[in-house]
């Protein structure tokens, strides 16, 4: 059974830092690019970050360049989304969710709220 369990969310002040883990299981991590979506109150889920199977190079959406680092522990099947620099617009729920790889796997797990405000 494919899961992915996020955690590491919760409140912090503008400027803060969070870490996010997602841990999975059910599916061969290491064959997979990885990614991190969110999703904010009315707005659609969008891709904030992905990293290759084999880590390496990273993608990043525009408005989280250079606050946000993805990384990966392929023993640990975790990926992992550092986000320095936070504002009150990277308020959302977070998820992970596999991307390429040998076969398409369209689950979600339930996320982590992100809330930054004063």
């Known amino acids: 059974q494919v899961q992915f369990v996020e955690s590491g969310g919760g409140l912090v002040q503008p400027g803060g830092s969070l870490r996010l883990s997602c841990a999975t299981s059910g599916f061969t991590f290491s064959l997979y690019a990885m990614g991190w979506y969110r999703q904010a109150p009315g707005k659609e889920r969008e891709l904030v970050a992905s990293i290759p199977s084999a880590g390496g190079r990273t993608t990043y959406e525009d408005s989280v360049k250079g606050r946000f680092t993805i990384f990966r522990d392929n023993a640990k099947k975790t990926i992992y989304l550092q986000m320095d620099s936070l504002k009150p617009e990277d308020t959302a729920v977070y998820y992970c969710?596999?991307?390429?790889?040998?076969?398409?796997?369209?689950?979600w797990g339930r996320g982590t709220q992100v809330t930054v405000s004063s």
């Open positions: 969710k596999a991307m390429a790889g040998p076969v398409h796997l369209p689950y």
